[in-house]
C-alpha cells in the first residue's frame, strides 16, 4: 500500500509514515545536477536522467517505484567506464513522474575522485 506524506503529496514505498518536518540527514550535501544517466535494475537497462547527485548518493528519474534496499548500478553517459552501485533508499511519485534516491556502496577511491571533481568543475580531471 502507498501513502501520501509530507513530500509534496507523493506516493512513497514507506507505508504509514507521515513527515511532520523535514530535517537534513545527509552525511554529505548533494548539488542538483541533471546529468543523463544509464541506470540497471534487475535485467533490465534503462535511460534517465539525475536530479541531484552528491559524495553519498544520487536522486534520479525511474520508469516506476523500485523497492526500498534493492539494488541498482548507475553510470554517468559521461563516463560509462565507471559504474557506481547503490541501494535504492527511497522511491516515490512527483506528479507523473517516478524518483529514487540511492545510497553509493562500495565506493573505490576512483569513485571518490570523480565525484570530488564532478562536484566541484562539472567534469572529471585527468
Known amino acids: 500500500m502507498l501513502t501520501k506524506g509530507r513530500f509534496i503529496g507523493r506516493e512513497s514505498y514507506f507505508p504509514g509514515i507521515i513527515m511532520n518536518e523535514y ?11 541533471k546529468e543523463p544517466i544509464t541506470y540497471v535494475y ?8 539525475t536530479i541531484d547527485i552528491g559524495k553519498g548518493g ?18 554517468l ?26 545510497k553509493f556502496i562500495d565506493l573505490t577511491q576512483e569513485h571518490t575522485y570523480y565525484l570530488e571533481q564532478f562536484l566541484l568543475y562539472g567534469e572529471r580531471s585527468e
Do not use: C, M
Open 42 to 49: 534487475g535485467e533490465e537497462s534503462y535511460s534517465s536522467q
Open 23 to 33: 530535517r537534513e540527514k545527509r552525511l554529505n550535501r548533494r548539488h542538483e545536477v
Open 77 to 102: 553517459k559521461r563516463d560509462p567506464s565507471l559504474i557506481f552501485n547503490g541501494l535504492i533508499i527511497w522511491s516515490g511519485r512527483l506528479d507523473a513522474r517516478y524518483l529514487a534516491a540511492i
Open 58 to 75: 544520487i536522486k534520479f528519474n525511474t520508469k516506476q517505484l523500485l523497492p526500498p534496499l534493492s539494488k541498482v548500478s548507475i553510470t
